[in-house]
């Protein structure tokens, strides 16, 4: 059963001729029309504007959508903090110190030329042409144009033995800057190490009427004097020159100056006086890996005869750069000399694993294989391409027809073995010294 809810009677509606509503329809209609009408026949004029607008809104979301998703961004770091208290390290000669601030710079400031310049500097400084020569392609790459970008690239190429380039380098330094002194102090080193000592001495005397305060281009007239015309009283004024000169201009180039002194100490007969200038660079810069190999060779090669001692220092060379070719070859002699064959196999293994050109490395490579790991399959591997080494360049060549034949009797007829060439002391055959 249902209950039926009776309506109140409203009488009866009449509709109006005249209603605001259907009126106000038609004029939206018209104007509607109108606007439309307008934008055809202006849309030309209106499609940038309009495809402004949504560009503005496609891009308002996405920076929404990218803001909500995204971790919150961490600040940069500004330069300018270890920068000043880099320079001040850099100042007092502490190389390590100023680099261990210079190096993270570089991630802010990809494209600066001069932070990477100090890098480096610091890093040739302290004997790491490897890592010096990666640095100096960074530079390049950030600023193709810089001659001194370019000057860092012959300096660490030189340090590595890349002769050739480090003379293509330097000539291209020049080549953007006729007025650089360093890029001809650079060439004059690289000459030298060509085995053209007077092309050296005209263009370090270039160097020095350009620039005749430029430390750089009277330490390689010192190095022409002493190995290429064996001047030792010119190049000990030069050095002293450009030690003087450094200590103005660049307080931090007074330790590569002292490896100098040192070196010119013991071919003087000071073996004393340069141990104590090259452990005094040490006490400043505990990682300096040029005087730690000084000091390795002067304990092996000179009157105080300790291997147990040079292999120490030689030890720390490789910690402290792990590519440090000469370092790890040397440590292998002083651990053949003490009867540890497998760590002087492993040595010598891995100065060629560096990168080295020199045909003595693979000479004590291979004969480590063969004579204490009787591995003459991988002595032969050692031998052969360090012999094609050794007749490119003259030297060891005997050794090699001496020795080769013990795993291979048909190589050719044996000779008898030349005499192994005693390491010298001070700045050596090796370019790699003198850089």
């Not at 009488?11 to 934008?39: E, K, P, T, Y």
């Not at 209106?46 to 607008?53: E, N, R």
């Not at 100090?118 to 040739?124: E, M």
């Not at 290429?228 to 190049?235: E, K, N, P, R, Y």
């Amino acid at each position: 059963m249902y209950v039926r809810t009776p309506k109140r009677y409203r009488g009866i509606q009449r509709r109006n001729v005249f209603s605001c509503r259907r009126i106000l329809l038609n004029l939206l209609m018209v104007a509607v029309i109108a606007v439309g009408i307008g934008i055809y026949q202006n849309r030309q004029q209106l499609q940038p504007i309009v495809g402004d607008v949504m560009s503005r809104m496609v891009g308002d979301v996405q920076v929404m959508v990218a803001t909500v998703t995204a971790p919150t961004a961490t600040p940069t770091m500004d330069p300018r903090n270890n920068l000043a208290q880099a320079d001040t390290y850099w100042a007092n000669g502490s190389i390590t110190e100023a680099l261990r601030l210079y190096r993270p710079i570089l991630e802010s400031v990809p494209n600066e030329v001069e932070y990477f310049r100090r890098v480096g500097q610091a890093l040739l400084v302290q004997g790491d042409y490897a890592q010096a020569l990666r640095t100096a392609e960074d530079a390049i790459t950030a600023d193709p144009y810089s001659s001194d970008a370019w000057v860092l690239r012959a300096w660490a190429q030189r340090g590595l033995g890349q002769t050739s380039n480090a003379i293509v380098s330097a000539l291209h330094a020049l080549e953007l800057d006729r007025e650089n002194a360093d890029a001809l102090a650079q060439l004059a080193f690289a000459y030298l190490d060509a085995g053209q000592p007077e092309r050296a001495l005209t263009t370090a005397d270039r160097a020095i009427s350009l620039d005749p305060n430029n430390y750089n281009a009277h330490r390689a007239r010192a190095y022409i004097n002493w190995e290429g015309l064996f001047d030792f009283d010119a190049a000990q004024i030069d050095l002293e020159t450009a030690y003087s000169l450094a200590q103005q201009r660049d307080p931090a180039a007074e330790t590569l100056l002292g490896i100098d002194f040192a070196l010119l100490q013991i071919r003087v007969d000071s073996v004393q006086g340069a141990i104590a200038t090259l452990e005094g660079l040490l006490e400043v810069n505990p990682e300096n890996s040029q005087a730690l190999f000084q000091l390795g060779l002067i304990y092996w090669n000179s009157e105080l005869r300790d291997v147990v001692r040079s292999g120490q220092y030689l030890q720390r060379c490789v910690e402290v750069n792990p590519e440090a070719i000469d370092c790890y070859f040397w440590l292998g002699r002083t651990q053949n000399d003490q009867e540890q064959t497998a760590l002087a196999a492993e040595s010598f293994a891995r100065a060629i694993e560096l990168g080295s050109q020199n045909p003595q490395h693979y000479w004590w490579a291979g004969l480590m294989q063969q004579g204490a790991l009787g591995n003459c399959a991988r002595a032969l591997e050692y031998w052969r391409e360090g012999y094609e080494l050794a007749q490119q360049t003259g030297r060891w060549v005997e050794d090699y027809e001496a020795v080769i034949p013990r795993c291979q009797a048909d190589f050719g007829a044996p000779t008898a073995p030349a005499v192994q060439p005693v390491p010298t002391i001070g700045p050596t055959p090796d370019p790699a010294n003198s850089a």
